[in-house]
Structure formats: C-alpha cells, structure tokens
C-alpha cells in the first residue's frame, strides 16, 4: 500500500505507466520507468510534436483539438502517462481537474461561448483515439447544435490564432 502512495505522488518514478513527472523545480521530465516513447500526447509535453496550447501549468496542459467538435475544443491531460482514468493515480486526477476547470472559464470568457461539454472516453469500445487520459473541453452556444463529427480549422494560422486569444495574447 505504501509502495502504490509513493507511486501514485507526482515526480515520483513508480511503476505504473510513468513517463512523465516534476522534478523538484516543476519541469516536466522524462522518468526512469517505464517510457511510451509512441505516445503522442508524451510527445506534446515533451515538446517534441508541436501543439496550439491554451494553458500549461506544472500538472497539466491543455491545447486545441486537431479534429474539433467545435472551434475551440480543447483537449486537456495530465503530464501524467496513464491510458485511462482509473489508471490515473488519485492524486493526479485531483491536480488535472484545476485545469479542466480553467478551460471551462477561459473558453466562457475569451472565446466566448455561452457554456461548455466536458467529455473522458475511456478505451477504444468508448471512442478514446489516444491512449492517454483526456479531458475533450467543448464551447457551447445557445441555438447552435452539438457537431458529435470533427472538423477543422481553416488554416494552421486560424488555430494558432485561436489559442493566442484564449491565451489572452
């Protein structure tokens, strides 16, 4: 039990799934166990795939779906590797909803929407893509329905565009 504690704390190398932690100055790193060096969300945190970044903080970044139910549609993870929910340790979730929470305000305010979705698939049978825990945060607008298909942006220039405004740029 102490073993799965020590495990589940941030920065810590344990076992399950850990690519990702915080050294002691809160940058993101690569840990000593195991690695999923075909993640692509590792990839993202690591900054080795380029991404449209709405918010970062030491536990979390979120950024812009490639394939958007709607204009706006963020994808928010844990700097974390674990595949779903249940895998992601309890303190973890408690450090990733902050920002969930955050997007949800930052889209209201700077996109800005009348409300938002949030939605967690969990495996494949429920529609996850990417085997990384995810939050899918989606601004709403009151008289528009919901396009459950993904779209896309315009240009590459339009969702960086996007992302520097909810950034407040």
Known sequence: MAAEMEASKPGSSGKRCHILGLDGGGAARHSAGMNNADCIFCKIIAGKIPCAKVFEDESALAFLDIAP?????????????AETLVDLPEAWVLRLMPAVQKVGAILLKRMPCDGFNVLQSNGRCA?????????????????REMRWIGGAYDTPEEMANLAAKLRGE
């Open 69 to 81: 139910f709607e204009k706006g549609h963020t994808l928010v993870i844990p700097k974390f590797h």
């Open 127 to 143: 529609t996850q893509v990417v085997p990384h825990v995810h939050f899918h945060v989606i601004p709403r607008w009151i008289g």
